[in-house]
């Protein structure tokens, strides 16, 4: 089992700056890989960001250039203490509950994280003039 504990959100002006949290704990039995997921009011969920156990990263094209995920931690095969999302130039587009999850098996960005097994329960990111 993987506890997961979202922090960091906020209300930015757009072009601002965030860098969401997500502590760790639990099991470190597994390589996880770790990701960011984001769901808006009457959206669908969308993955965000993934760093795999091997630290190879992947985004949405939607948040290429602007955001960037990593993580703290020892080595390369146990979980992070800390996963980090810092996003920069955000967007009108780019509010939402903000998701950390964690899954021991390598997936894919495109699942929208259907097949994460641990979830953390949301941060909120908000962008207004």
């Known amino acids: 089992q993987v506890q997961l504990v979202e922090s960091g959100g906020g209300s930015v002006q757009p072009g601002g700056s965030l860098r969401l949290s997500c502590a760790a704990s639990?099991?470190?039995?597994?390589?996880?890989?770790m990701g960011w997921f984001r769901q808006a009011p009457g959206r669908e969920r969308e993955g965000v960001a993934i760093i795999y156990p091997d630290r190879q990263t992947t985004y949405a094209d939607s948040v290429k250039g602007r955001f960037t995920i990593s993580k703290n931690g020892t080595g390369n095969t146990s979980y992070p203490k800390t996963l980090y999302l810092q996003m920069t130039n955000l967007q009108p587009e780019d509010p939402a509950m903000y998701y950390c999850a964690a899954e021991p098996r390598r997936r894919p960005l495109s699942s929208g994280g259907s097949d994460f097994r641990f979830w953390g329960q949301g941060a909120r990111v908000a962008v207004s003039s």
């Open positions: 639990g099991s470190t039995s597994n390589t996880y890989c």
